[in-house]
Nanobody, 126 residues
Framework: QLQLVESGGGLVQAGGSLRLSCAVS????????IGWFRQAPGKEREGVSC????????NYADSVKGRFTISRDNAENTVYLQMDSLEPEDSAVYYC???????????????????WGQGTQVTVSS
């Protein structure tokens, strides 16, 4: 069973940066795509970024392109989301999730993600 634990959330001013971490256990990252999703109060959960199972391929929502960077450290079994130039609209609970369907590229289809972390809160003040 894949387990994921997010960390690194917090309160930051607009224009600032945060780096979220997703520590993965139970399986090595070679067997899962890892995605980041977020959910703001009163809004549906949305995909933010995704990285393919063996590195190389990434995917970003249009709203974060050029500001967020996803990376993975297979030796540490950890995936990171570097968030720069943060905006108040980025405030949300951020979740990482594992997708075992690695025969196709990582995407934001939630039903593809079979394991989820508990989330970490990101708040960006204006």
């Amino acid at each position: 069973q894949l387990q994921l634990v997010e960390s690194g959330g917090g309160l930051v001013q607009a224009g600032g940066s945060l780096r979220l971490s997703c520590a993965v256990s139970g399986f090595t990252l070679d067997y899962y795509h890892i995605g980041w999703f977020r959910q703001a109060p009163g809004k549906e959960r949305e995909g933010v970024s995704c990285v393919n199972s063996r590195g190389g391929g990434t995917n970003y929502a249009d709203s974060v392109k050029g500001r967020f960077t996803i990376s993975r450290d297979n030796a540490e079994n950890t995936v990171y989301l570097q968030m720069d130039s943060l905006e108040p609209e980025d405030s949300a609970v951020y979740y990482c999730a594992g997708n075992p369907y690695i025969y196709r590229s990582c995407d934001f289809i939630e039903s593809s993600f079979t394991s989820w972390g508990q989330g970490t809160q990101v708040t960006v003040s204006s």
